[in-house]
């Protein structure tokens, strides 16, 4: 019964239906159990709500962290471990947008804001020529 209603839960997210397959993923883990149908279950909520659809990726790597702590499906595991990178990944790139727009909406007449905004930019700046130039550098 449990594995049914999981299996519907993740066509329900196969076909983007992710309100009805949240539903049915919260119906499975209010149950309690941590079994591996729990912690698939939890692995798919988390999926979900992070990067899917729902962005929340802190909430999301809080629930993958708790599947490689907790589960004892080698599987799930390896699974959960290249979730939470992806999650990681995904919520830097949306911080560097963040900051991005953010940017292009301030204005100061205050030197000392100019400033630092000023000094902010510079760090941003070196960070990605560093980082473009390993990347270079390692494609040589």
Same mark, same amino acid.
């Given at each position: 019964?449990? %594995?049914?209603?999981?299996? *519907?839960?993740?066509?329900?997210?196969? !076909?983007?239906? +992710?309100?009805?397959?949240?539903?049915?993923?919260?119906?499975?883990?209010?149950? !309690?159990?941590?079994? /591996?149908?729990?912690?698939?279950?939890?692995?798919?909520?988390?999926?979900?709500? !992070?990067?899917?659809?729902?962005?929340?990726?802190? /909430?999301?790597?809080?629930?993958?962290?708790?599947?490689?702590? *907790?589960?004892?499906?080698?599987?799930?595991?390896?699974?959960?471990?290249?979730?939470?990178?992806?999650? +990681?990944?995904?919520?830097?790139?949306?911080?560097?947008?963040?900051?991005?727009? /953010?940017?292009?909406?301030?204005?100061?007449?205050?030197?000392?804001?100019?400033?630092?905004?000023?000094?902010?930019? %510079?760090?941003?700046?070196?960070?990605? /020529?560093?980082?473009?130039?390993?990347? +270079?550098?390692?494609?040589?």
């Amino acid at each position: 019964m449990r %594995e049914q209603q999981f299996n *519907e839960a993740l066509d329900f997210a196969n !076909g983007r239906n +992710y309100n009805e397959a949240i539903k049915l993923l919260q119906v499975l883990l209010e149950e !309690g159990l941590n079994d /591996t149908i729990h912690y698939k279950a939890l692995k798919l909520y988390a999926d979900i709500i !992070g990067p899917l659809a729902g962005h929340n990726y802190m /909430t999301a790597i809080d629930m993958y962290q708790q599947i490689i702590n *907790e589960s004892e499906d080698d599987a799930l595991y390896e699974s959960a471990q290249i979730s939470i990178l992806d999650a +990681y990944l995904s919520l830097s790139i949306a911080m560097m947008e963040t900051y991005e727009s /953010t940017r292009d909406v301030i204005e100061s007449d205050s030197e000392q804001v100019v400033q630092f905004i000023n000094k902010l930019d %510079e760090k941003r700046e070196a960070f990605l /020529t560093q980082r473009a130039e390993a990347i +270079y550098k390692s494609r040589i």
